[in-house]
């Protein structure tokens, strides 16, 4: 008997899971509250992750762009300009995938919060989308014009809850 070849029962949570969280993601006119519910946060889920893996990596980009650092003393002026830029980049990038996932867990607490104060299921993603907005109006009047990597994964949560909490229009 070969139990490497059996898949783990969590495989079926996992695919439904996936197919929730897709961005493209059209749920018919007559879906239940509490899929779209689900739908929000396994979205939420997997942006989650995606962003965590790019953290990762940004981290690994940055431990590779300082160690190369020790080297710089033999090169020229122009190389030295081009890594520096390089770190200066790759830097930005961690510190902007760490916005976001900041963002997608405080989306992940609200909507948590707003799951244990609404008592309707119908009500919980329009107390959400609420929530959100006035969160995301705040953040933009005391920062002006400069759109941040937390208001912009913000406003993408907003849009997922408008996505699967109006009915489709076609």
């Not at 946060?41 to 995606?50: D, F, I, M, N, S």
């Not at 953290?55 to 690994?60: D, P, R």
Request: proline content about 3%.
């Amino acid at each position: 008997m070969n139990f490497d070849d059996e898949q783990p029962e969590e495989t079926e949570k996992t695919g439904s899971d996936e197919l929730l969280s897709d961005d493209n993601l059209r749920l018919p006119d007559s879906a239940n509250a509490l899929v779209r519910l689900h739908a929000v946060r396994a979205w939420l889920t997997r942006r989650q992750k995606e962003t965590i893996l790019e953290i990762g990596e940004a981290a690994l980009a940055l431990q590779d762009a300082m160690q190369e650092e020790p080297v710089e003393t033999r090169l020229r002026r122009r190389e030295r300009q081009s890594l520096a830029a390089q770190l200066a980049q790759t830097q930005a990038l961690l510190q902007q995938a760490q916005q976001r996932l900041n963002a997608y867990e405080e989306a992940e607490a609200l909507l948590e919060e707003c799951v244990s104060h609404t008592t309707s299921g119908e009500r919980v993603l329009v107390e959400y989308y609420l929530t959100l907005d006035e969160l995301v109006e705040h953040s933009t009047q005391a920062h002006a014009a400069k759109a941040s990597p937390w208001q912009a994964a913000m406003s993408d949560v907003q849009h997922r809850v408008e996505r699967v909490s109006t009915p489709n229009a076609d």
